[in-house]
């Protein structure tokens, strides 16, 4: 068995052992079966066709984002690049990373080049990531200028704040700083230095000068579509939260038990906690960062409605777009007609093509 197989294999058991594990503390938290078996009742097909409209219409809404950082790229091409990636990373360990693999590969078989392909990927990663924090930072602020938490919540609120806004501080820095990506770059550069002492396939490398370079490559894209980029991107962000906040008033929780910014929080929150636990789509881990959040303060009789608000949400957003992922991937497996050269700019293609056979 080769050191790849075993990799997969440990990540595998990783993933679902992390499933498992979060699965029995929600369980545990939620107090009894009996409760889950009351949100499963409670679930109506109404309810359960709105939030799959709403859901289709999150997913719709980053086909945009994606046409704005690939000139060329089809609305067509960009539903099926993002459905098919977002099946992938909802079912398999490590699923983000395998999701950004087959985007990439999808890009090139259309013809799109190495530079452009990765800059459009890392482009829309940057901006879901700071639209979607910032919403969050927004979300928190409310949260304890208002009152709506108490006790020691309050400095975990303004604790996550100041995390959250350094974060999207330092991503949004690394874009528009030279001075401040060269930094950057240079503390990579050491921290790859040191893993290349135990590590011998990863080689010392100068990371300060790819860094910048990228930043420069970068820039160039969105130069012109950074206004629409943000503005979709926000949108989309938006959408997803009010998906969350639809499914969660539908079950029966209202403005005074379940506010919106805590919905808002709550939808940051997951996505967090899903970034950083290695599950497919957050798995497990993105329910149990929905209830604890939305369920701060909630009575125990409540609890049955907030399993059934986070179920429908998931269904909505985590289980929906595998079966159309499925599709778009076939789809693009057997449409062959489109994979010709796409009419592109090749300027700057050749720096990071360079750098990336290089990495």
């Not at 058991?13 to 078996?37: E, F, I, K, N, P």
């Not at 125990?300 to 992922?325: E, H, K, M, N, S």
Request: contains cysteine; positive net charge.
């Amino acid at each position: 068995m080769t050191r790849s197989h075993v990799r997969k294999i440990l990540s595998a058991v990783l993933s679902y052992g992390v499933v498992g594990l979060v699965m029995w503390l929600l369980y545990r938290t939620v107090g009894h079966s009996d409760a889950v078996a009351d949100a499963l009742s409670s679930i109506t097909v109404a309810q359960v066709v709105v939030v799959s409209i709403l859901g289709l219409v999150y997913l719709v809404s980053m086909f945009r984002p994606m046409v704005y950082t690939l000139p060329g790229l089809t609305m067509r091409q960009a539903g099926v690049a993002r459905t098919a990636s977002l099946a992938l990373a909802n079912t398999v360990p490590e699923g983000g990373t395998v999701a950004t693999g087959l985007t990439f590969a999808i890009y090139r078989s259309w013809g799109f080049g190495v530079a452009d392909s990765s800059t459009s990927i890392i482009a829309i990663g940057i901006w879901t990531n700071l639209s979607r924090y910032a919403l969050m930072a927004v979300g928190l602020v409310v949260l304890v200028a208002f009152g709506s938490v108490t006790g020691s919540t309050v400095w975990i609120a303004i604790g996550a704040c100041v995390i959250v806004t350094a974060v999207c501080l330092s991503i949004a820095l690394v874009v528009t700083n030279d001075g401040f990506a060269r930094r950057i770059g240079r503390v990579m550069t050491r921290a790859r230095t040191l893993l290349a002492k135990r590590i011998k396939r990863i080689e010392p490398r100068d990371m300060e000068q790819f860094v910048a370079d990228f930043r420069e490559h970068l820039l160039a894209r969105v130069r012109t579509c950074w206004r629409s980029l943000t503005a979709t991107m926000l949108l989309s962000q938006l959408l997803g939260a009010l998906v969350l906040g639809v499914s969660v008033r539908m079950s029966g929780l209202d403005q005074n038990q379940i506010g919106w910014d805590r919905i808002v929080v709550a939808f940051g929150a997951m996505w967090l906690a899903a970034f950083v636990a290695p599950t497919p789509g957050g798995l497990g881990v993105a329910e149990a960062a929905l209830i604890a959040v939305l369920g701060v303060g909630l009575a125990t009789d409540a609890q049955a409605q907030l399993v059934a608000a986070v179920l429908l949400y998931r269904f909505a957003t985590w289980f929906l777009p595998i079966p159309l992922g499925l599709v778009a991937y076939l789809y693009w497996r057997l449409t062959n007609n489109w994979r010709v050269p796409v009419v592109q700019p090749s300027s700057d293609r050749q720096t990071l093509s360079e750098d990336s056979g290089n990495s």
